[in-house]
């Protein structure tokens, strides 16, 4: 027997409902990133208040639940990087630009490494830097794409290996 709109409505809604607005491995990975501190508080605030936007706009019952539940997720997730940052979100951000910039620009430079696009704007960042954090940016860096090529080559072999026949002729 076929179903009426408002029975595959309710159907797909009691689905969609289920769904969190984003899973955990979404939220760890691309929400917080590698942001830690001050910056992870900033970001997480701004993050509360673009869901807010979207909260305002959102018609369905099951939607807004969704947001609602990740505003909540992050508020949980200010209150305990406060903790570890403390009431002055300013000062602990002044006291951690230097590592914040150095692991930012060192990511980026990595990457163009990789894509072979160096850009002079990344690179003129860099320079602005006092010259032992330019040599720290520069030393991530190449930790970063040591690490990126290490791995790379051991997925490659791995990805080899598993496409090789074990009867196979030599």
Same mark, same amino acid.
């Given at each position: 027997?076929? /179903?009426?709109?408002?029975?595959?409505?309710?159907?797909?809604?009691n /689905?969609?409902?289920?769904?969190?607005?984003?899973?955990?491995?979404?939220?760890?990975n691309?929400?917080y990133?590698?942001?830690?501190?001050?910056r992870?508080?900033?970001?997480?605030?701004?993050?509360?208040?673009?869901?807010?936007?979207?909260?305002?706009?959102?018609?369905?019952?099951?939607?807004?639940?969704?947001?609602?539940?990740?505003?909540?997720?992050?508020?949980?997730?200010?209150? %305990?990087?406060?903790?570890e940052?403390g009431?002055?979100?300013?000062?602990?951000?002044?006291?951690a630009e230097?590592?914040?910039?150095?692991?930012?620009?060192?990511?980026?430079?990595?990457?163009?490494?990789?894509?072979?696009?160096?850009?002079?704007?990344n690179?003129?960042?860099?320079?602005?830097?006092?010259?032992?954090?330019y040599? %720290?940016?520069?030393?991530?860096?190449?930790?970063?794409?040591?690490?990126?090529?290490?791995?790379?080559?051991?997925a %490659?072999?791995?990805?080899?290996?598993?496409?090789?026949?074990?009867?196979?002729?030599?």
């Amino acid at each position: 027997m076929a /179903l009426t709109q408002y029975e595959i409505l309710a159907k797909s809604r009691n /689905l969609l409902g289920q769904t969190p607005f984003r899973t955990t491995f979404e939220r760890e990975n691309f929400v917080y990133g590698n942001l830690s501190g001050p910056r992870l508080l900033i970001e997480v605030c701004k993050e509360i208040e673009r869901l807010n936007s979207l909260l305002d706009y959102s018609k369905q019952e099951w939607e807004r639940s969704a947001i609602l539940n990740e505003m909540n997720i992050l508020a949980e997730k200010v209150d %305990e990087v406060q903790k570890e940052v403390g009431k002055n979100v300013a000062k602990s951000l002044e006291e951690a630009e230097a590592e914040y910039w150095v692991g930012e620009l060192a990511r980026k430079a990595a990457v163009e490494a990789l894509c072979q696009t160096v850009t002079t704007e990344n690179m003129g960042q860099m320079l602005k830097l006092p010259a032992e954090l330019y040599e %720290e940016a520069i030393t991530k860096c190449q930790t970063f794409l040591n690490v990126i090529n290490k791995t790379t080559r051991l997925a %490659e072999r791995k990805a080899n290996v598993s496409n090789v026949k074990a009867d196979s002729e030599e």
